[in-house]
């Protein structure tokens, strides 16, 4: 089993900034892509960014592409994701995700995840 534990999420004013933080535990080492997602009441969950194991490839929604900037630490078993420009549209619960070794991977989308926190709140208002 692996746990995720988000953190780093708040209130900003557009066009403010944030760096969400995302510490893995457990049985890490079975795990390899991870990625973070987004959802808002009566919505699907939206994958936002993603990053292969080897922590060169990532990949990005259209809607954020530009703005968010997807990292992880293997060291520290930690995955971050720095968003800035924020808007009102990106106010939703933001939770991180990971991938098992096994299976065919598809960056954003939420079925290629085995593993998931449980969520960090972001809110976008003037």
């Known amino acids: 089993q692996v746990q995720l534990v988000e953190s780093g999420g708040g209130s900003v004013e557009p066009g403010g900034s944030l760096r969400l933080s995302c510490a893995a535990s457990?049985?890490?080492?079975?795990?390899?892509?991870m990625g973070w997602f987004r959802q808002t009441p009566g919505k699907e969950r939206e994958g936002v960014a993603a990053?292969?194991?080897?922590?060169?490839?990532?990949y990005f929604a259209n809607s954020v592409r530009g703005r968010f900037t997807i990292s992880k630490d293997s060291a520290k078993d930690t995955l971050y994701l720095q968003i800035n420009s924020l808007k009102p549209e990106d106010t939703a619960m933001y939770y991180c995700a990971a991938a098992r070794r096994s299976g065919t991977w598809f960056p954003l989308v939420p079925n290629s995840y085995h593993y998931w926190g449980q969520g960090t709140q972001v809110t976008v208002s003037s």
């Open positions: 457990g049985n890490t080492a079975s795990t390899v892509h």
């Open positions: 990053i292969e194991s080897g922590g060169v490839s990532t």
